[in-house]
């Protein structure tokens, strides 16, 4: 079975979390992805929130899968030159860096252009050039600038951010769908491209319909935030979605941190719940009957349902709820995630032996493709393929001794 972007080389000049987010979705679509980093202490994350002392942080290898690293010293005069020839050789080129480093060593789109105009070239940034910010962009701050944070959290509590990284590999996932794209017009133009993604964009994308909310507050406010203030901007909603469907977390048993099942009440869904939990009454009572009358009193409407699921355990109420077609779903933990065999054995939770940290447990691809399957692979030690990438682009042994006995690699 051969992979989707076989024979795709890709040139990964990213670090942390939103680029390596993009390079590693492009790897597990089975493109080669040549990750550069500095010599010795190559990727910040590698050294980042250790578990053990001296090996590779999870943060980078759970960020870095499929990828070969070289190791190169860009400031240098061979280091350049070799990035020159890496430029030439590839496909995509993705970068994260600050505004203009890259271009202050030489490599900006159009020098890369210049070297190779097949090139599709991706550049992530905080904030887009034309925004007029000038400031670092870090996940919550992405968040918090682009609108996901007002929203988040209860009414009575400050802005909130959200667990789920939306800033960072949200951001890269805007990327690879760019990248895909361009190499795509390539087959028809022949030429390469620029493609720009700024976490706060993407922030803003991921948060399109609160923006829609924003705007039919024109006509007065809205009714699927029930007893909200009157209030010039959208406002926080805790549990809710927004969507005009009420959900809340009720809690189950054993009532530990976690024992909590989502639940979620459509019209449609009232007469059979009430007739679960045992509250027949409820169906026509005036004051729970209707969709408009729960959303008064949505409070009750789950203090119902709430003691019937404390007697349970949240994989008992999603089981009784289904059966009866109303939207739930458990609130897993972490650990109940990596606990789960069913995602290893659908291929994705991963164990991955690694020489130095032993076997750890990554994901897998999230994008399935009947007929592209690239298998799991730890990521790389550092420099670990600067030889091979090397001798590939005409590098004698000599000349890579040479080069590193020079601090180039």
Known sequence: MGKALEGVRVLDMTHVQSGPSATQMLAWLGAEVIKVEMPRRGDITRSQLRDKSNVDSLYFTMLNANKRSLTLNIKSAQGQEALTRLIASCDVLVENFGPGVLERQGFGYDQARAINPRLIYATIKGFADASGIDAKAYETIAQAMGGAMSTTGWRSGPPTASSAQIGDTGTGVHCLSGVLAALYQRTVTGEGQLVEVAMQDCVMNLLRVKLRDQQRLASGPLPEYPGAPETDCVPRAGNCSGGGQPGAAVRCAPGGENDYCYVIIQPQGWAPLMRLVGRKDLIDDPKFASHEARLQRLDACFDVIERWSLKRTKFEVMDALKAIDVPCGPVLSTKDILQDRALYDRGFLVEVP??????????????????????????????????????????????IAGMRTAGAV
């Open 354 to 399: 690694h020489p130095e940290r032993g076997t750890y447990v990554t994901l897998g691809s999230p994008i399935q493709m009947s007929a592209s399957h690239v298998p799991v692979e730890r990521a790389p030690l550092l420099g670990e393929h600067t030889d091979e990438v090397l001798g590939a682009l005409g590098y004698s042994a000599e000349e």
